[in-house]
């Protein structure tokens, strides 16, 4: 019975590996990083500055080696994710922020993402300066494109009110994503 489910699974894969009528459609500005961050200290960065920019600069900060900025900036990139998830009204474009960490963190290797996740878990155990930072940099300056253009709405042209959910409260939504990634309370 095994060896039958093995054989199944190889020429699904298989079947699927090859399949190259696969097309994939990208919208203009789909994950784009407009200004794209160095390898920084997360007080350098910009509100202006998007996660897709933030996470090419903690790509960088990965290459050379240097977890401590490169998880900041993860916190960064992610609480602007989580900001943005709550303010674009496409729902099918939230995803966007999962994809970004992904295309960041594939490739390295196991040991890389080790000391990455070690870093991370450290600034969890004592998140002042990531949480100082993040409510000095305060809310986003950018219109979130980056998400918006990820989304289905940006084929069918389903984009009312920019993209953006109407009445949106951003000091609430920005409370809640400081909290949701660094667990910063906020006062």
Avoid at 39 to 65: E, H, R, T, W, Y
Avoid at 105 to 129: A, F, V
Wanted: with cysteine; glycine share 6%.
């Amino acid at each position: 019975m095994n060896k039958i489910i093995a054989i199944l699974a190889s020429i699904a894969i298989t079947s699927c590996a090859s399949n190259s009528d696969v097309t994939n459609f990208q919208s203009k500005g789909n994950l784009e990083a407009s200004k794209p961050a160095a390898c920084v200290d997360i007080n350098s960065l910009q509100a202006s500055q998007n996660p897709a920019d933030i996470f090419s600069g903690m790509k960088k900060c990965l290459n050379s080696g240097n977890y401590s900025d490169a998880a900041k900036m993860y916190y960064a990139a992610m609480t602007y994710g989580i900001y943005d998830t709550k303010r674009v009204s496409d729902q099918t474009a939230h995803q966007s922020i999962i994809v970004l960490r992904m295309n960041t963190l594939s490739g390295l290797s196991e040991e890389q993402l080790s000391l990455l996740q070690s870093e991370i878990n450290t600034i969890l155990e004592s998140n002042e300066q990531v949480c100082e930072a993040l409510r000095a940099r305060g809310l986003p300056t950018y219109h979130p494109a980056y998400m918006i253009q990820h989304g289905i709405g940006a084929f069918t042209g389903n984009q009312a009110n920019n993209g953006l959910i109407e009445n949106f409260d951003s000091q609430s939504a920005w409370s809640e994503a400081i909290d949701k990634t660094v667990k910063c309370k906020q006062s």
